[in-house]
């Protein structure tokens, strides 16, 4: 590609699971914009089992809208040939037939196998388990979960450059007893990325050589202290194009037509997250609430992290879902009562059907209930996560000296958290933009300020294979078209009693324009600041409340407008005030819901009972 | 968007099967294109390597891993027997011999002189594929397996729980809203695939699977009761390899709900006749269905599976959302304009007239077709 001639047009879609998704980008007044977008049903099953089939349709749809030509009989037309025919850049990400499923290994589980976690994650892929010689199962008990697997592919790590060997081919025998097979690809040897200490390759080479598809590359913890993931990421997206997606129906023409590799989705959107921090050189997270699967994307402290959960869904996995909460913490986001057995059935129902919508308020209110539960839950599976590296020596001052906070703590740090941009059906698509926001506060519960935003129509896949070739396409796209600002949540940390004193917040707008509220301990307000608005905020939290300068001490801060505004969220943190008992329950999600005008009351009240 | 809908779950009496076979890993395929095959005949076969067992060797007889090399009593590659001696510490000039026995019968895998630990494989196992559905086979997936087609009756369910079995169907119940309860479970039905109407009890099914009954089919199950018979919950919608005694088909979903007029009149008129079921379900990427296959003797009645064109007014229609749930209706306008339901989201609806010759709203999303 010619790096100095500005692209003009760009097409990119999205293979998912069940729907293609194609957007077209343009150069708009010298600026890059969304200008139009078309979807189909993914025909990577049968009867159909070819994506471009999807694909075609999905830019056939723009095609139409735009009244141009994009595409004929070998693929796509590139590059741009006049103002009616052909594009200047094909791209495109795939997490259709299930995405990229791994199985890591490593020596020490807190380590290596959790530094080839990261990676593995952090390429997109779903780990579908951890093995270690730690990790608690006897050899037998590992040889036959290997075996019971089928994944794409294969991690392995362990022992820094130059150290003992033993372990890691131990680890290394382990698999060979195994035999691991693929699981596309019947005849196919299985992927093993080796990724560990650099003396032990020839072992390595010896005992799995013959029996897997091996690859080397440089040890991802060269040594102790330090995590080298690159190399054992690059590895896995080649062997996702040459292995998975070659296996997978139609996907060799689609390769062709596009003009750089395809990318596996959730780790094209960790790309354009990983973007959003640096260049807006805030700490970011970001989620994606699927069918199937919720991913968790962070950026702390440069660190750039991602986790997915497999079984927390709004389809697929629901169920999994209430398994995993139980009903009550369901029910406690739901202000009226329904049957439990009723509930179970109606999960279940959505479960077996999946592209259902709530049709009516109360089906609204039980279905992002779940989302919540679903959102939080893997959160804290991210957090756990998310840590610094473990088992290595670090320099203390005399005040950290008292902390006694141990290697491997989280790296989430919700005070320092700047914005959290949520996508996915129910965060994207809820009936109003405060209930996606309110979803948000209620699962992640940020502290201090922070910025909430969600991705309008989920493009932040297609984007992050964008911003791989052009991150300057792909930023001012997020920018405008991509993210919908929902506005910026103040919170406290702290407790009190319901009614006391916990913060007075004083915001100027760009216009001069003074607004102050006081917000008693249990409340919730909204301050109207439209979305491309900033202001000035002056907050002074109550005594025993903290807003990230301690406890009591002011706050000066720039808070960004959005299609909520500024929510002040006084309900405490430390935990989240929700009351245990129900009447009093039910009686402040109400307050709450009328305060952000979350819902329409009159339609609400048909359910309140 | 001019399909967004749901289509149905096909309910046909008459359409070609095709059913892939195929093995987990290569194999020998046993049948060639045109031979007629019965559901129990075996189509491919092959041999699964047998589990390993790893013997720390060096850890016994306290050496170090190279060193396990030199007291090896056997190579890679030798069959063992349980109890036979396969490495040996001789000290003391001969006087002390340690030895080690292997734990099973097979053939050394692997001798590690690096960990100092064997891997010794036990015999392999043999797999055979099945051909599931009385057919003919049509293709062969060269060392893989077969497909196997037919004319046949098929009904897919919604939701099951067990795997593949065949047996006669025998439909129980009087009318599509009866409940399957075990009064209705007798000796007789065993080795029959038992047909009720609106939901399967608890009791029925703990009396099927005590009579020995291969599968149950009914409209719908109560949440709690799936459960409790299965002994554990349901997470992920993946099903099919439970270790249940009988195959449970439900065709509508969770709760008590008619199952579908077609569906009920359809396995009527296949009453006494034998069917091929599995209760497998996937929903996700490769959706997968339950389903209930009986072969049609008579070609001339088989047609190739027409693909959905889409709906118009009259077209008959299930909905599957609250809250109209289950309830049955035909398609009584499209209008192509977004509309504002009760949440508040603008969606594309259509209207449908129930039973009860009401006409509601229902957004596209809500409703599938009934198919066949």
Redesign the interface.
Known sequence: MEQNRKLRSILATDCG?TTTKAILIELVDGVYRLVCRGEA?TT??A?FEDVTMGARNAIHEIEELMGRTFQDESGIITPQRDSKVGVDLYLSTSS???GLQMMVAGVVKQMTAESAQRAALGAGAIVMDVIAINDGRL??QK??RI?QLRPDMILMSGGIDGGT??HV??LA??I????P?PRLG??FNLPIIYAGNKEARK?IQA?LGGKTDLRMVDNLRPVLEREVLGPAREEIHNLFMEHVMAQAPGYNKLMSWTDVPIMPTPGAVGKMIETVASQKKMTVVGVDIG??TTDVFSVFADTFNRTVSA?LGM???I??VM??SGVENIMRWVPFDIEV??L???I?????????????????IIEQAIAREALRWAFEHHKSLAVGLRGIQTQRDIAEAFEQTATGASLVDLMKLGMIVGSGGVLS?A??RVQSALMMLDSFVPEGFTQLAVDSIFMMPQLGVLSSVNPEAAQQVFDRDCLIRLGTAIAPVGTAKEGDDCVSVKITTSQGKVIERKATYGSMHLIPLAEDETADAVAKPARGFDLGRGKGHEVHAKVHGGVVGVIIDARGRGPLGLPSDKSKRIRKLVEWYKALDA??MD?LGKYLG | MA?AY?PGLLVTESVIVRKRR?????GEVMVKVGDVVRPHDVVARTQI?G????VNIANQLGLE?EEVLEVMKKKKGDPVKKGEVIAEKVSFFGLFKTPVHSPIDGTV??V?G??G?I?L?RPAVPVSILAYIHGTVSEILP??GVVIETPAALIQG??GVGGETQGVLEVVAKTNAEILNSDKIKPEHKGKIVVGGSLVTADALKKAAQVGAAGLVAGGI???DLIEYLGH?????ITGAEDIPITVVLTE???QINMADKTFALLTSLNGQVASINGA?Q?????MRPEIVVTSEDMRQSAERD?TSGMEAGTPIRI????Y?GKLATVHSLPPELHV?????K?RILTAKLASGEIVT??R??V?LIEG
């Open positions: 699971s049903p990577v099953e009867p259709a037939g299930g050899p037998y040889i036959q075996r060997v033993t081919v131990e025998e382990l060979a007893a195994a035999e097979r019947i005849g072992h005992t069918g199937a079984n389809s697929y996995s169920c999994n398994l995993e057995a009723d179970r059935n109606r279940r129902n959505k479960m077996i059907r999946p592209t259902t919508i709530p049709q009516t308020m109360q089906e609204l698509h009936p109003r819902y329409p339609i | 399909n749901t195929r093995l987990p890993i290569p390597p589990d390993p067992e790893t891993g895998d692997n590690s690096v960990t630990v891997t494989r060392r893989e919604i939701f109560i949440d709690k919950d349901i997470g992920v919608a979903g969770f709760g379900t929903i996700r990427a490769g959706v693909m599957i959302r609250e809250p749930f339901i009760e949440t508040g989201a969606v229902i957004p999303a809500n599938e």
